[in-house]
Structures are given as C-alpha cells and as structure tokens.
C-alpha cells in the first residue's frame, strides 16, 4: 500500500494519529541516544585499567614474597616467606594494606598495624587485582558497617555474639591480649568498622574466620555496634586501664597507690622551711 | 646530772657530739608571717567546707548520665569534691603542726624492754599456782577426752565444707546423643560444611540448647541450661583435610577437615576457644594450656594432661552437622576418680 500526501493527511485526525506520531519520536529519540551515547562497556575497561594498575603495584611491593602472579613462595621447609593470595579476594588485601600491616616491615611472629604505606586509591587497584586471581570476598559494604541503623536489641544481640566469639582472645571490652610466641590479639577499639568487618570475614593471621553463613552481616554490624557501644560509654571509674578487672586494680591501688603515700609521708617528715635567724 | 652528760663520757669509742644547735622556723621568728600561715590554713580549712557543700550540689544537680572528658560526670564530681576536701583538710593538719605547733627536740633514752625481775617472779607463780589446781599433771584422762572433743570440732567443718559443691565424679555424660545437630551459639542456626572455609571456627551447642518441649517451653533453662552447657559446649574448626592426622578409629570423624572438639579444658575447666588457624593450636586462656586439633586434640603445652575429648560429626538427610554420638571421652577438669568414670563410660559404649 502506498501513502500519498493526500492520504496521509486525510487520516491526520485518525485516533490513533497521536499516539503514533509519540511512538515514532520516542524510537527517534531513543535511537539516536543508543547511537551517541558512552558505550557501558567503559565501566569493565575502568575495572581493567584498574586490575593494570593494581598488577604493576603489586609486582613492585609485594611480589617479592607473594610472588610474581600472587601464587606464594614457599621455603625449602615447607613454610613460606608470603602465602598464595589467590581466591583471598578485595577485603582481605583491603585489610591487610589498609591497616598497614602488608607490605611487612621484617619478618617477625606477627605483621603488626603500622603506618598505612598506600593510598585509598592505589588499596582499590591492588584489592582489583588480587579480586581478578580468584573469587574472593568483597570488600563489606553499608549492611556490615552502617552502625548507626543497629537498634538497642541489635547491639545486644551483637554483645552476646562478641562475648561467645571474640572475648577469648579480644578481652571483653575488646582491649587485645597476649598469644603464644609473641603472638597477640591485637586491641581493637579504635578499628573503623569496615575494617572489624574485613578481619571477621576473612580471618588475618592466626584469627579464625567467621563465614557470612555462620554470622550474618547483620550479625557482624550488631557485634561492631556493640564493639562502639563499648568505646563511647563513659568510663564509671576513671581510668579504664584495658578494664582487666579487680584484682590488676587492686595490685596498683596497694602497691603503687599506698607505697606512693608511704614516700609522701617520709618526705613531709623530712622537710619543712627552717631559717638562721634566731 | 642528765643520762645524756653521763652518755658523753671519755668511755665512749666516738665523742658524743650532742645535740645539733635549733634552728627556727619562719614563723617562730616573724609573728607576720606566723598570721600568715595561720591565715592560709584557714582559708584551706574553710574551702574544704565549700567542697563539702559542692558535693552535695553535684548529688543534686548532676545527671547520672552525664559526662565529663568522657569519664562520668557525677564520679567526677563526687571525687573531686569529696577527695578535694579531705586533701585540704589533710594539708591544713599537717601545715599546723609542722608550721605553727610546738618545735622542739626531745631525746628519748633507750632501755631494757623486758619487765623487772621481781614481775617475772610474781607471774611465773601465778601460772604455777594455776596449773596446780586444774590439777593438769594429776588428771591426765581430761586433758586427753578434751583434746578428743576439739579435735572432733574438726568433723563438722569437714560436712559443711563438703556442701560447698558436688564432689566431682559421675560426669560420664552430656547432652549429645546420635543424630543430634550441631548449632551456632547464640543464634541456633544448622551448619552445613559448606558454611565454613579452612580456617573459620564456629563456637557451637547441641540443637537440645534451642529446642522446646511440647507445650513450648525450652528444654533446658536456668542452672540446668549453664550446667548442661558447661558439659557440652564445643568448637568446630575447619582445617585442610591433608593436615589432619587422626587416631586408629578416627577417620571418619570429621567432614573434609571440619572437626569438633569439646570447648572445655581438661585442666580445670575454662572454656578454650583461643584458635589459631595457621598453626592449628587451641590456647586455654587460663593456664596456657595448649592442644594440637590437628592431632586428635593432643597436648602440646601446658598443665592439662589430657587430649581435649572430640565429637564424631556426620552429616543428616538434609545436609547439616550432627553428632554420630556423645563425647567417649569425659568432658570435665581432672579429678580423681576420672579413671574410673571413664572406664564406666567405655562399658557403656
């Protein structure tokens, strides 16, 4: 069938003229944005120029103990001078370079918090590359940190889980404690969240981990409210002194606090203001 | 003539040189400075009595829940006032007898400190005379029956100490029984192996802990729950299976490396939960007990010196863990009969 001008403009007023008229234009528009708009395949190339990035890092920081491809070094023992990082994922090496713990400073029982050597953006490109080796958590996002959302019963729940999981090693107000051969729990009352998170998830060090599917996210955000619940409630006693309980409070108060009194004592005995005038 | 000028003789190894000439204090010399210090005694006195009222502000006006430089205010207030005021007045006594009370020396001689011969005399009779009229020496058979009634005073603290707690025996069993599921404490959710990864620890109770009864109410509750529950707590690590190296008949304890142990520490019982997952050692907070999981539970450091008992897990119809049966060995510190409990507990098997 052919449209004339004439035929065309015969059935302008048709019914279905308008919406017609609106259809084509929406196709029009949408065509010529599919036509001029950035490609979404950018976002994958930004991750693999990110993985570019991070591998180069990597082969200049860490590959001297983690090896080349991240697959680890092991001694002629069986140990190993740094362990295969592949499948730890983003959170771990968010953790470990974010605390700066990695790179280590020397061998020692323990990679001990320190002086944070990368920035926020050079952690992301090293996390993106140890992610692309093999999957691995992620780094946590708001439903692990967002503490301000935990209710009163949510903190609650998280003490419990705190006390049953963590205060063995942590101390109960989670001040760290001591481990065998110069091992130590480490005091975590000043971690970010996000990091407390990354520790539980993917286990540093000698600590266990905590799989999502034993303690949920929720779960992890009641313990870490729960864990700043602790921080900023007002310290009743004074001095906390990593709240090791009565009987370290005890030991100062006799020993330190009367002994202290003792040698006041036998100074205000000793001295006094005297004169030659008589 | 004085016991010193007699002292001070040629018989002497070193002449005596007496006594060093006074030497005034500030006040004794100037009556100025003398109101002066007595003024500021006064004055600390009186700020005491200022403290003291400022105590009971804070006791009125401060909120419990208030805070100063993150400390508690109303502690704060409280100690500051209250501790304030008797270091004052503390400071004030001692300003007044150092400073204004009387200053002078005084030389006390030293002497024998035994009494004189004749008390000795007089008191050593008294005993005597006492003695000799209890008739001690002629009526050996009270003194004996005495001694047999207070030693059996004895007796009754033994009973009353006794009730202090059970004496330990006849802990042969705990709540795990076979089939029974293996739960996270304090959620009480199911565990399938595929929940953990090498290196995870799970602290986790027998499913009774989370179970009611018929008309809803739980079966465990109050000391019975912590009772059973100091019984039969456990950990479930995951290792890979590769370094494990379990016992002649415990092979099939474990699944793909996930092993359970009991959470209780055959030295005296602390609940054990320090994990070290590289080098597969369980620390007792207590007494540095340590046990090797990878090891069928073995000691490796420490006062205990028994394996830390283990649970043989399986997996139910749908997949989670359980236990195939209860612990065979006893769960509990050492204690005396243990041996012979244990050997009842292997009859039983």
Redesign the interface.
Known sequence: MRFSVRKLSTRRRHRFAGPLVLLLGLVLAGGVYAALAPSPATAEQDTAREVEAGRQLFEIGCASCHGLNAEGIETQRGGNFGPSLIGVGAAAVDFQVGTGRMPMAQTAPQAPRKKVAYDAEEIKQLAAFVASLGPGPAIPGDDYTDIDSASIEDVR?GG??FR??CT??HNSVGAG?A??NG?FAPDIRDVSPKHIAEAMIT?P???????D???TPE?KRNVIAYVKTLKDS?????LGGGSLGPVVDGVFAWFIGIGGLVVVAVW?GAH??????? | MSDLEVRSGHDEPIPNPGLQEHQYRPQDVDPKQARRTERQISAMFLVAAVLFVGFCAVYVFVDADETFLGWSAQNFGFGFTLGGALLLIGIGIIQWAKKLMGDHEIVEMRHSAASSAEDRTAVLADINAGLDESGIGRRPMIVRSLGVALGALGLPALFVLRDMGPLPYGHRNTVWKKGMRVVVDVTGEPIKPSDLRVGDLVNAEPAAFFETDDEGKPLFHGTELLQAKSKAAVIVVRMRPESIRPAKGRENWGIDGILAYSKICTHVGCPISLWEQQTHHLLCPCHQSTFDLADNGKVVFGPAHRPLPQLPLALDSEGYLIATRDFPEIVAPSYPRLAHDQKKLDEQA
């Open positions: 729940e419990e889980i049953t999981n063995a090693c404690g481990m065998p091992k286990g060090q000698q600590m266990p981990g905590f799989s599917d034993i303690i779960e007002p310290s009743y006693g004074g205000i006094g203001t005297r004169v030659k005038k008589k």
